[in-house]
């Protein structure tokens, strides 16, 4: 969005005050932080810090210039279009509506500092969602999850984001076992209960060393009649190791990591795309 | 708009303060390898708290667009929050 190339308009508008601080305390450099701004794009303050007191500071600076502002330059000569931004908005559209919508926190068994955790989604289509159980879903039925879901979930999902975003993903070739098992534990009316368990080995060597092998545990609930998950949990716990790219971990020995999947709900921000969706083959 | 845009924003129109905890629970258990045992203690170790999630409180518009077009209406000032990656999810 913030580069030059960038011809959306959301772009173009935001790159008239992007990068410029009012409040310099605790800069972290870039286009990274909090912006008051007017809808003609005119700035009214910004900072980049984490620090609570910054971002107050910067909002009542930035309600003060507001207040002061002529109504000519706080409002776009023409409104906006809602429609501009269908021409971005490709990942967001992928959205599985009838499918599986999982919340992913991942955090580290020893806490270093804060942030230490972190937050993504994964998306399953409705057939996907289905073939975590048995097409015939009895009591004691045990059920191979396809190896490509539990792939998917091993390149995109079982990853170290837990202080930052980790731009490394895990190639085909790093996925060295994947398997995630359902079994039917209970079938009341149209609700079928299962348990699952599995296991992952993701390792890759180059160009960054760094891996991840969890044990798999979880259990959910599947209504046949609507076809869809009612309930889902799946809890992967294993050593990670090796440093990413952007995820801000600077010690790449050996730790335990767990990462959580429940199911997510269906506020707007609840629909975020995953942040690797577009490797999904969608 | 392109696979992990560059920039991705949210944003407000309410202008809101965040508060940021000055230190976290301690980790109070050692048990490795991942058991039916030891599974709820996992399960609640990694999952947030409420306070950790207190920020989704606030009303965010998902994208910056979004709210220029609301606050453009209701002649609103915009509060925009802009991280790599997405604040309210993999930042």
Same mark, same amino acid.
Not at chain 1, 39 to 44: M, R
Not at chain 1, 156 to 163: A, I, K, Q, Y
């Given at each position: 969005m913030q580069k030059e190339y960038c011809q959306d308009e959301d772009a173009l508008l935001f790159r008239k005050f992007a990068k410029q601080r009012t409040v310099a305390k605790g800069n972290r450099g870039g286009a990274q932080g909090h912006y008051a701004v007017a809808? $003609?794009?005119?700035?009214?303050a910004a900072s980049s810090s984490a620090n609570p007191e910054v971002l107050v500071e910067m909002m009542k600076q930035g309600l003060a210039k507001w207040e002061a502002l002529p109504r000519e330059k706080r409002l776009l000569s023409k409104s906006p279009d809602p429609k501009a931004s269908e021409n971005w908005r490709l990942q967001e559209n992928l959205y599985p509506d009838n499918g599986l919508v999982l919340r992913v926190v991942a955090r580290d068994r020893t806490r270093e500092r804060w942030p230490d955790s972190n937050l993504d989604y994964a998306w399953f289509r409705k057939d996907e969602a289905r #073939?975590?159980? $048995? #097409?015939?879903?009895?009591?004691g039925a045990k059920h191979n999850v396809p190896p490509e879901l539990v792939q998917r979930l091993a390149r995109?999902?079982?990853?170290?984001?837990?202080?930052a975003l980790n731009y490394t993903f895990f190639p085909k070739e790093a996925i060295e076992r994947a398997r995630l098992t359902s079994t039917v534990v209970g079938v009341v009316g149209d609700l079928v209960t299962l348990t699952l368990e599995g296991e992952t080995r993701a390792s890759l060597v180059s160009p960054k060393k760094i891996g991840y092998e969890p044990k798999l545990l979880g259990r959910a609930t599947f209504n046949i009649k609507e076809q869809k998950f009612v309930a889902f949990e799946l809890l992967a716990v294993g050593m990670r190791w090796g440093l990413g790219n952007c995820n801000q971990r600077h010690d790449p020995t050996p730790a335990l990591m767990g990462i959580v999947f429940t199911l997510a709900g269906d506020s707007p921000a609840e629909r975020l795309p995953p942040a690797f969706v577009s490797r999904y083959g969608w | 708009m392109a696979f992990l845009r560059t920039l991705t924003l949210i944003v407000g129109i309410i202008l809101a303060s965040i508060i940021l905890p000055s230190n976290v629970a301690a980790d109070d258990f050692q048990e490795g390898e991942l058991t039916q045992a030891n599974y709820t203690k996992w399960r609640e170790h990694v999952l947030p708290r409420n306070w950790e999630l207190s920020y989704r409180k606030i009303p965010w518009r998902m994208s910056f667009w979004d709210a220029v077009i609301e606050a453009q209406a209701r002649e609103k000032p915009i509060l925009l929050w802009a991280m790599n990656g997405h604040p309210l999810c993999n930042t």
């Open positions: 809808p $003609s794009g005119e700035l009214l #073939a975590f159980l $048995s #097409a015939e879903p009895k009591t995109f999902h079982l990853l170290d984001n837990v202080h | -």
